[in-house]
């Protein structure tokens, strides 16, 4: 690989896991972790930042969040195996509310890799929170 493209590759390279789900705000927060996703364990504990967008589920619009829109970010503290085969459970131990409208472009599988940048987010102006419960991996 030519040097270019090498440095563009590095830039390019995701910094978040992204999940597409109907659990709410307060469910996240409550328990400090999210799952059952089917994804690379290894490649998600190598990143640091979990987004999570509203899917559409019934309604288009759920504890104020509307589908396809960005409203959690997360730091990503833990990635477990979770006690379905082939899925993980995604623990965090800070957490900032966001809004990204249009975050999920449609893609069918509801775990994708992203940059925080091409989201336009910005880690460093959030209002970061610990989840409401004492800090719990991904385990338990």
């Known amino acids: 690989m030519d040097k270019d493209r090498e440095e563009s590759a ?6 978040a896991v992204m999940v597409y789900t109907g659990e709410t705000l307060e469910e996240l927060v409550s328990r400090g ?10 490649r998600v504990d190598s990143l640091k930042w979990l987004v999570v967008v509203r899917s559409n589920g019934r309604t288009t619009k759920r504890n104020g969040h509307l589908a396809r829109s960005a409203f959690l970010l997360a730091r990503i503290s833990d990635v477990k195996a979770a006690s379905e085969v082939g899925r993980i ?3 965090f131990d800070r957490y900032a509310e966001i809004f990204v409208p249009g975050a999920w472009t449609g893609s069918r599988n ?3 890799y992203v940059q925080l940048k091409t989201l336009g987010i910005d880690v460093g102006a959030q209002d970061w929170r610990a989840p409401a419960v004492p800090l719990v991996t991904a385990s338990s």
């Open 10 to 15: 590095i830039h390019n390279k995701p910094d």
């Open 33 to 42: 972790w999210t799952g059952n996703w089917v994804a690379a364990l290894q």
């Open 89 to 91: 459970r995604i623990s």
């Open 110 to 112: 509801p775990v994708a």
